[in-house]
């Protein structure tokens, strides 16, 4: 949040993980802050991106910035291969934000790319199940790293 509400850059938390006193948590803390400034912009897409490394797949792009006949977008993951995956929390489920989610999915697809979502409820229950599928369009799409 420290990150999303623009009260420190991700440099500068990369930064304050440099005089970690500590031994406990601290590796912990590191990881976090490293996929921060990747980009990382919710706790889902943390555990998204841990379970990607665990699979093998290269780093994805974060957060990135997409224009769209409906205008832009921020994606939450995309490969330059044409993969992007979106890890939806509960506010995706609410009224029009369906629609604007479909409607983005589709523009996505129609543009070329390969677009897979996750709630991120089905990310906890159905962990092996949704990381196969992205494992499967990875392959599918050819090995281009981030």
């Not at 990382?40 to 997409?66: H, K, M, N, T």
């Not at 409607?103 to 129609?110: E, G, K, P």
């Amino acid at each position: 949040m420290t990150v999303q509400q623009r009260l420190a850059t991700p440099g500068q938390l990369l930064h304050a993980t440099g005089v970690l006193h500590g031994r406990r948590r601290r590796a912990f803390v590191k990881g976090v802050v490293r996929d921060i400034a990747l980009g990382v912009q919710s706790l889902g897409e943390l555990d998204f991106a841990r379970l990607c490394r665990e699979r093998g797949l290269p780093e994805p792009d974060r957060q990135v910035l997409v224009q769209t006949d409906s205008g832009r977008c921020y994606l939450d993951v995309r490969w330059r291969n044409g993969l992007t995956v979106e890890i939806d929390g509960v506010q995706h489920r609410r009224a029009l934000a369906v629609s604007a989610d479909n409607l983005r999915s589709n523009a996505l697809v129609l543009r070329g790319d390969r677009a897979l979502r996750i709630d991120l409820v089905g990310l906890r229950v159905h962990t092996e199940e949704f990381m196969a599928q992205v494992v499967q369009g990875h392959a599918m799409l050819g090995s281009s790293a981030a």
